[in-house]
């Protein structure tokens, strides 16, 4: 069965989501990290990015926030650009911890595996496996360009926050050095984990957000720059990923409340990705105690509930014009 869902009632339930969730309460902002406990918890913004190049927005989307684990997504895409999918399974994996996102007993139990390029252990094999190899500036000007490919326009490093994850990264650094032990660090430690907790530290907004999750909706198709940024066999590859362990602990919980494959990061931000209907994304800074936005979590799963679409379900979606 194929089900029809217009512009307006993307907008009405996007325009819901927003008055319902905006005034919700609970959470706080990430506060291990100085420079994101400083952040506005009032902000909050809901974009949605349709295969048309279309982009629906309500609240701060243009507000630029720290990208933090939602770049794992990004950076994932480029190893994959890179090295091709069967490497990157070989190398790093694509399973669930089952544990936080920054777990050091997760990379023990794994026997030496990073287990998916979307925990940490794994971010910063994939950020060492960049190419071109022990190029420090190469490595990162692949990782912005790519980043910049995926949302239709260049992020910009905040300078601050940089400082405050360099500051503050202990957990990542006994991270890397473990890799290393264990032979799954494929470039310097030290220059591998500070690309990681730099591309953590760029800014991004909702919008730029929802354009990357529409382009991996869309098959690697950025339909806002009319690109196509990666082979299209990738995209199930990276949803795929997503699904498994977007949420960490409790991507379960998610996936059977909203229905819909999305990366969290602890800068507020959470990016989700309905396969050829279009991509989401929502901002606010409070945090749950896993890590995830709580009013963004809320209006992806309104706007996901109130449209009546799931991943899981046998109706095929398409979306068309304005009633």
Same mark, same amino acid.
């Given at each position: 069965?194929?089900?029809?869902?217009?512009?307006?009632?993307?907008?009405?339930?996007?325009?819901?989501?927003?008055?319902?969730?905006? &005034?919700?309460?609970?959470?706080?902002?990430?506060?291990?990290?100085?420079?994101?406990?400083?952040?506005?918890?009032?902000?909050?913004?809901?974009?949605?990015?349709?295969?048309?190049?279309?982009?629906?927005?309500?609240?701060?989307?243009?507000?630029?926030?720290?990208?933090?684990?939602?770049?794992?997504?990004?950076?994932?895409?480029?190893?994959?650009?890179?090295?091709?999918?069967?490497?990157?399974?070989?190398?790093?994996?694509?399973?669930?911890?089952?544990?936080?996102?920054?777990?050091?007993?997760?990379?023990?139990?794994?026997?030496?595996?990073?287990?998916?390029?979307?925990?940490?252990?794994?971010?910063?094999?994939?950020?060492?496996?960049?190419?071109?190899?022990?190029?420090?500036?190469?490595?990162?000007?692949?990782?912005?360009?790519?980043?910049?490919?995926?949302?239709?326009?260049?992020?910009?490093?905040?300078?601050?926050?940089?400082?405050?994850?360099?500051?503050?990264?202990?957990?990542?650094?006994?991270?890397?050095?473990?890799?290393?032990?264990?032979?799954?660090?494929?470039?310097?430690?030290?220059?591998?984990?500070?690309?990681?907790?730099?591309?953590?530290?760029?800014?991004?907004?909702?919008?730029?957000?929802?354009? &990357?999750?529409?382009?991996?909706?869309?098959?690697?198709?950025?339909?806002?720059?009319?690109?196509?940024?990666?082979?299209?066999?990738?995209?199930?590859?990276?949803?795929?990923?997503?699904? &498994?362990?977007?949420?960490?602990?409790?991507?379960?919980?998610?996936?059977?409340?909203?229905?819909?494959?999305?990366?969290?990061?602890?800068?507020?931000?959470?990016?989700?990705?309905?396969?050829?209907?279009?991509?989401?994304?929502?901002?606010?800074?409070?945090?749950?105690?896993?890590?995830?936005?709580?009013?963004?979590?809320?209006?992806?799963?309104?706007?996901?509930?109130?449209?009546?679409?799931?991943?899981?379900?046998?109706?095929?979606?398409?979306?068309?014009?304005?009633?």
């Amino acid at each position: 069965m194929i089900k029809n869902i217009s512009v307006n009632q993307l907008e009405e339930a996007l325009h819901e989501a927003y008055e319902t969730c905006r &005034t919700i309460e609970g959470g706080a902002n990430a506060d291990y990290i100085p420079y994101l406990a400083n952040i506005d918890s009032d902000l909050f913004g809901i974009s949605i990015c349709l295969g048309d190049g279309t982009v629906l927005s309500r609240g701060n989307t243009s507000y630029e926030f720290g990208i933090e684990s939602v770049s794992k997504v990004h950076t994932a895409i480029l190893a994959l650009r890179q090295y091709g999918a069967d490497e990157i399974l070989d190398k790093i994996g694509a399973d669930a911890t089952g544990l936080p996102f920054n777990s050091i007993f997760a990379l023990l139990l794994e026997r030496d595996h990073p287990s998916t390029p979307l925990v940490n252990a794994g971010a910063i094999t994939a950020c060492s496996m960049i190419k071109p190899k022990g190029d420090s500036d190469g490595k990162w000007k692949a990782i912005v360009d790519n980043i910049t490919e995926l949302c239709g326009s260049e992020p910009h490093l905040i300078d601050e926050l940089y400082r405050s994850e360099t500051a503050t990264n202990y957990n990542n650094h006994s991270i890397a050095w473990l890799l290393k032990n264990y032979d799954r660090i494929y470039d310097d430690p030290e220059i591998s984990l500070d690309l990681y907790t730099r591309q953590c530290s760029l800014g991004v907004t909702a919008e730029q957000l929802a354009i &990357t999750a529409a382009t991996i909706a869309h098959d690697g198709y950025n339909p806002v720059t009319d690109k196509q940024v990666f082979d299209a066999e990738l995209a199930p590859k990276v949803v795929s990923m997503i699904a &498994t362990v977007g949420f960490y602990e409790h991507t379960g919980d998610w996936l059977y409340t909203a229905g819909i494959p999305a990366k969290t990061g602890v800068g507020g931000g959470i990016m989700g990705i309905m396969p050829n209907v279009f991509g989401i994304a929502a901002f606010a800074p409070p945090l749950d105690e896993a890590g995830n936005s709580v009013k963004a979590q809320a209006a992806i799963k309104f706007i996901m509930n109130k449209l009546g679409i799931n991943i899981f379900g046998s109706t095929r979606v398409e979306t068309v014009g304005s009633d």
